[in-house]
């Protein structure tokens, strides 16, 4: 339940679920945008002649350029929150999508894709702010909402690209612009609620001097925003290796076509959004400590099996540990902000950096290993990576507080 605030009638103390909403709308647009990157490998490989190597170094492009430049504008957004900025972010987007659609070049397409990670840069510290302060409380809620809309993006991007992009080629990207223009539209829509929201100076009641304390010792903040990365480590890694090529380690060992691999890619990454939803309720229900152990280490066994069984079961074993794997990231970042909850900007700029920085050097480091071994050997070896959720024991309890 929400109520309006008097002489804002479109402001609202609580959860602002239309916001949320709003925002994973946004966020469902940008992220489908982007995962037509990856699912246009295939394309790209054949139509270029690329080695893996170069398949992995689009994707370490696009990602290290969204990862660097995150930190520093979540960072800026902290001291200078700028509403519209969202928008703005959403134009770069939509010129490194009219450039992809038109590259002739690996050095074109490489500038392309790094337009695209420019506009990435910029619209998620910003969008995690504006989620948090809509949450009314309800943080792990808000976060997965938000991020729930980035993974359903990312899973109609390949299957959209199957549809699209496969029958019509390079130049079909085309038509996702029309995606990245109604993404600017609504976000500025947004971005007017969130210019209203600070004008009015207008926070949720419980948000007091206090609740901006961090929770913790700085030796404890340390040792738990390590572990957190090291998490984030194991788990976008892994993400990597399935994104990247598990369309090509299903043409490799069951011989099906690129458009049938594109399906069941989008079985994965669809089990990923629900994954991520169910993550955010456990979230505010139990410790958080323990949704991210019981998320990362319990995917381990399906990731263990999933190299070894026929057609049927890979895809059966993909979504199991997409669902699971998918529930740690939205209770990881509101653990890392609520560790230092009056820097939410940075430590979500971090966090997302991260995300997308270690998801290109993974898919970097699988295709330099893929060219050097096999494609299915790279499954054998990322499917040991979910086993480092182990770690997340190490934790402190999120709902224990202890003297600064």
Known sequence: MYSKIKGHPQLTEGTAYMVLFAISLSHL???????????IYPILKDKFGFTFAQIGLITLVFQTTSSILQPFTGWYADK?????????????????LCLLASART???????????????????????RITRLASGGKKSLAQSIFQVGGNGGSALGPLLAALIVLPYGQGAIGWFALAAILAALVLARIGSWYQEKLADGVRHPKRTAASLTPPFS?????????????????????????????????????????????????????????????????????????????????AA?????????????????AGLTGLIIASAFSAIVVYATDLLPHKVGLVAGVFFGLMFGLGGLGSTFFGWLADQTSVGFIFEVSAWLPLLGIVAGFLPNGRTKVGI
């Open 29 to 39: 647009l940008n992220d489908m945008i982007q995962s037509v990157i990856p699912a």
């Open 80 to 96: 200078h929150p700028k509403p519209y900025a969202l928008s703005i972010g959403m134009l770069f987007t939509l010129t490194g």
């Open 106 to 128: 690996f050095a074109l397409i490489l500038l392309s894709v790094s337009v695209i990670g420019w506009g990435s840069s910029v619209f998620h510290p910003e969008a995690t």
């Open 218 to 298: 700085r030796q404890t903040t340390r040792r738990a925003l390590l572990i957190l990365v090291l998490l984030v480590f194991s788990k976008y890694f892994y993400n990597a290796c399935m994104t990247s090529y598990f369309t090509f380690f299903l043409m490799d060992k069951f011989s099906v076509s690129v458009q049938d691999a594109q399906f069941c890619l989008f079985v994965y990454l669809l089990a990923f959004a629900i994954g991520t939803l169910a993550g955010g309720v456990l979230g505010d229900r139990f410790d958080r400590k323990y949704v991210i152990w019981g998320s990362i280490l319990g």
């Open 301 to 317: 066994p399906f990731a263990l099996l999933l190299p070894y069984v026929n057609l049927f079961w890979t895809i059966v074993l």
